[in-house]
């Protein structure tokens, strides 16, 4: 049923280096890709050749011709292999299948409960994925699977560890129990740094040092720095939530009060706050619906939430330098407010040089943010220079 870059013993062919030049999706020579790589153009053209056999590369035409025959163009061929790419949050799964460039072909999104527990989610999962498979797919093969959770996740293993939001999935084998159905790679990441990997390609493209915030029913960053996105030595860099949060100027807080990021900002924790106010709210969501309401009291709950989020962020900021950071989840997505609080903290707290070009922003990346994170996150995997210099030679036998 499905076809993937499979580990073979490692070729010397040097393909993979060439086809990251094309990565880009821009045409070219291999007079060109000679030059810009310093081969002889005889290796060069062993190389494409190979690519193209491979179905890797695709012929793009003929360039202009300074005399004689024109010569031919070859580029990315994004349609050489799919990723079915999973967005698993507590109450949503959305499963897509895009092609090799991240283009989302087509989506589903259901209503869960994370709580259901691995098997049956992931079987839910599979059965969506096979049907937009069968409705997609036009004989192209799969070549992985990505998935994002809301938790944290050891992601050598793609097993999720103590994830607080998810019973009954700590240390569940995901890879395992999907390949029992799909035999491909999968890659399995907390579902911020899917996220954040969505908002660069989304609306960031050529920016390398970002962060995305999430501010849901819990608060966690996704860190690219240098272009590459930072998991940490165990996966679990950006877990801003479990900080404790720093008594700013101005603070209503008691003395002594060493609450983390999570406790005082979170969706959860400001629906704690509202309902001991006597408003009715129970979640994240009813906090967003009161603070659209015009309700005061959500209004500055969720400014200070921003404050509370800004005075983590500002030592963030000094330490990282990030160019833009981008606030998401359903908090964020209430209006200005809680942007408003970040800004007025991380601008006043962190030194002027780091924060003399920094833009803070609302996501822009919409819905599909996330599988489309996930489908770059195996995308890289499986296009890696390695990876497809052995795709080269198992194809060549």
Same mark, same amino acid.
């Given at each position: 049923?499905?076809?993937?870059?499979?580990?073979?013993?490692?070729?010397?062919?040097?393909? =993979?280096?060439?086809?990251?030049?094309?990565?880009?999706?821009?045409?070219?020579?291999?007079?060109?890709? %000679?030059? @810009?790589? =310093?081969?002889?153009?005889?290796?060069?053209?062993?190389?494409?050749?190979?690519?193209?056999? %491979?179905?890797?590369?695709? !012929?793009?035409?003929?360039?202009?011709?300074?005399?004689?025959?024109?010569?031919?163009?070859?580029?990315?061929?994004?349609?050489?292999?799919?990723?079915?790419?999973?967005?698993? =949050?507590?109450?949503?799964?959305?499963?897509?299948? %895009?092609?090799?460039?991240?283009?989302?072909?087509?989506?589903?999104?259901?209503?869960?409960?994370?709580?259901?527990?691995?098997?049956?989610?992931?079987?839910? /999962?599979?059965?969506?994925?096979?049907?937009?498979?069968?409705?997609?797919?036009?004989?192209?093969?799969?070549?992985?699977?990505?998935?994002?959770?809301?938790?944290?996740?050891?992601?050598?293993?793609?097993?999720?560890?103590?994830?607080?939001?998810?019973?009954?999935?700590?240390?569940?084998?995901? !890879?395992?129990?999907?390949?029992?159905?799909?035999? *491909?790679?999968?890659?399995?990441?907390?579902?911020?740094? /899917?996220?954040?990997?969505?908002?660069?390609?989304?609306?960031?493209?050529?920016?390398?040092?970002?962060?995305?915030?999430?501010?849901?029913?819990?608060?966690?960053?996704?860190?690219?720095?240098?272009?590459? @996105?930072?998991?940490?030595?165990?996966?679990?860099?950006?877990?801003?939530?479990?900080?404790? *949060? !720093?008594?700013?100027?101005?603070?209503?807080?008691?003395?002594?009060?060493?609450?983390?990021?999570?406790?005082?900002?979170?969706?959860?924790?400001? %629906?704690?706050?509202?309902?001991?106010?006597?408003?009715?709210?129970?979640?994240?969501?009813?906090?967003?619906?009161?603070?659209?309401?015009?309700?005061?009291?959500?209004?500055?709950?969720?400014?200070?939430?921003?404050?509370?989020?800004?005075?983590?962020?500002?030592?963030? *900021?000094?330490?990282?330098?990030?160019?833009?950071?981008?606030?998401? =989840?359903?908090?964020?997505?209430?209006?200005?407010?809680?942007?408003?609080?970040?800004?007025?903290?991380?601008?006043?707290?962190? /030194?002027? @040089?780091?924060?003399q070009h920094l833009a803070i922003v609302q996501s822009q990346a919409g819905d599909r943010a996330a599988v489309l994170g996930a489908a770059i996150m195996v995308a890289r995997e499986v296009l890696s220079p390695a990876s497809v210099d052995r795709y080269v030679a198992a194809k060549a036998r």
């Amino acid at each position: 049923m499905v076809d993937a870059l499979r580990p073979v013993p490692a070729s010397s062919s040097g393909a =993979g280096e060439i086809f990251q030049i094309l990565r880009d999706g821009d045409a070219r020579t291999k007079a060109e890709l %000679a030059a @810009l790589t =310093g081969l002889a153009r005889s290796t060069v053209a062993l190389r494409v050749d190979a690519l193209l056999a %491979a179905d890797l590369l695709r !012929p793009a035409g003929e360039a202009a011709s300074t005399g004689g025959r024109p010569p031919a163009r070859v580029a990315f061929n994004p349609r050489a292999g799919l990723v079915l790419a999973v967005d698993l =949050g507590a109450t949503h799964a959305t499963v897509a299948v %895009a092609d090799l460039a991240g283009v989302i072909l087509d989506a589903r999104t259901r209503t869960i409960d994370i709580g259901d527990g691995p098997e049956t989610l992931l079987d839910t /999962i599979l059965a969506d994925g096979a049907e937009l498979l069968g409705s997609t797919a036009d004989g192209l093969p799969l070549v992985g699977v990505g998935i994002g959770v809301p938790g944290p996740v050891e992601h050598s293993t793609g097993r999720p560890t103590n994830p607080p939001i998810m019973p009954g999935w700590d240390r569940f084998d995901i !890879p395992a129990y999907v390949q029992k159905t799909l035999d *491909v790679p999968v890659l399995v990441d907390n579902d911020v740094n /899917i996220l954040a990997l969505g908002e660069q390609a989304t609306s960031w493209p050529h920016v390398d040092d970002l962060i995305f915030v999430k501010v849901s029913t819990g608060i966690g960053a996704g860190i690219i720095a240098g272009g590459q @996105l930072q998991r940490g030595a165990q996966g679990s860099a950006g877990d801003m939530g479990h900080v404790q *949060v !720093p008594t700013g100027a101005g603070s209503t807080r008691e003395p002594g009060d060493d609450r983390d990021l999570e406790a005082l900002a979170s969706g959860s924790a400001l %629906a704690i706050a509202l309902r001991d106010e006597g408003l009715d709210a129970h979640s994240a969501s009813d906090v967003v619906e009161l603070v659209r309401a015009g309700n005061a009291a959500a209004i500055e709950a969720t400014r200070q939430a921003g404050r509370d989020v800004g005075e983590v962020l500002a030592t963030v *900021v000094n330490l990282l330098n990030p160019s833009i950071i981008v606030l998401g =989840g359903s908090i964020a997505r209430a209006g200005e407010h809680l942007l408003a609080g970040v800004r007025e903290v991380v601008y006043r707290r962190s /030194i002027p @040089l780091a924060t003399q070009h920094l833009a803070i922003v609302q996501s822009q990346a919409g819905d599909r943010a996330a599988v489309l994170g996930a489908a770059i996150m195996v995308a890289r995997e499986v296009l890696s220079p390695a990876s497809v210099d052995r795709y080269v030679a198992a194809k060549a036998r």
